[in-house]
């Protein structure tokens, strides 16, 4: 298996221009995640997704973020209109969630390379 | 708000030597995780430990885990410059009906050759 994939590398835009960050999960995995990495911040999760469905958006910072997961094997993060306070690299994981007593648990998660985002 | 918080912030020790980082933690957990990053990569699993284990083991590491003080601790014995890294620690946080992994700030560790 190839890993958890992620294009761009690397984006550079200009404030107000739309940007999409896209995340191929490692196949069989029912749990997709979208994490932002900054040195002030840290690794902040935006949104966590199971078989598909939006469980925890709650990190997501406003309106201007949007993500969705169309299939089992595809997520985008889609950030309309972009600011210079987006730069961050942007993280996609994908596990297999355990079920547990009280719901899903999380597991052993598999990183993508990340996306750094500049916007100038 | 974090849920884990790692300790100390930064670690600068001699190939050899071993490395200890904590992390600790506010609320229950379902388990607890530790994971490295190398500059500029993704983070990668090192391990998993649950709440009813106290003792973890995986080659040179070591992971503990105190649930009556909210705490755990990663231990790397006989460093090497390979395991120059940022270490993270994430455990569950409870959320509806499911338990997200919420990441803390990490342990910078500096091993010198």
């Known amino acids: 298996d190839a890993g958890v994939i992620q294009s761009p590398r690397h984006e550079v835009t200009e404030m107000g221009q739309e940007v999409t960050l896209r995340c191929k999960p490692i196949?069989?995995?029912?749990?997709l995640f979208w994490y932002r990495q900054t040195m002030m911040r840290g690794l902040e999760l935006l949104i966590y997704?199971?078989?598909?469905?939006?469980?925890?958006d709650s990190g997501m910072p406003e309106d201007r973020f949007s993500a969705k997961m169309p299939n089992a094997s595809f997520s985008t993060l889609k950030i309309q209109p972009s600011e210079p306070r987006d730069s961050a690299v942007y993280f996609c994981?994908?596990?297999?969630?355990?079920?547990?007593?009280?719901?899903?648990?999380?597991?052993?998660?598999?990183f993508g390379p990340g996306t750094r985002l500049t916007v100038l | 708000s974090q849920q884990g918080e790692e300790d100390p912030q930064a670690l600068s020790i001699q190939e050899g030597e071993n490395a200890t980082m904590n992390c600790s933690y506010k609320?229950?957990?379902?388990?607890l995780q530790w994971y490295r990053q190398n500059s500029g990569r993704g983070l990668v699993h090192l391990i998993l430990?649950?709440?009813?284990?106290r003792e973890k083991h995986s080659g040179r590491l070591r992971v503990t885990l105190d649930t009556s003080k909210k705490s755990s601790s990663l231990l790397i014995t006989a460093s090497r410059a390979a395991d120059t890294a940022s270490y993270f620690c994430?455990?569950?946080?409870?959320?509806?009906?499911?338990?997200?992994?919420?990441f803390g700030r990490g342990t910078s560790l500096i091993v010198h050759p």
């Open positions: 196949s069989g995995h029912n749990s």
């Open positions: 430990i649950r709440s009813n284990e």
């Open positions: 994430a455990t569950d946080l409870r959320s509806g009906g499911s338990y997200i992994p919420t």
């Open positions: 997704f199971n078989n598909n469905v939006p469980i925890d």
């Open positions: 609320t229950s957990i379902n388990n």
């Open positions: 994981a994908s596990s297999l969630a355990l079920s547990v007593a009280g719901g899903l648990s999380s597991n052993e998660q598999f």
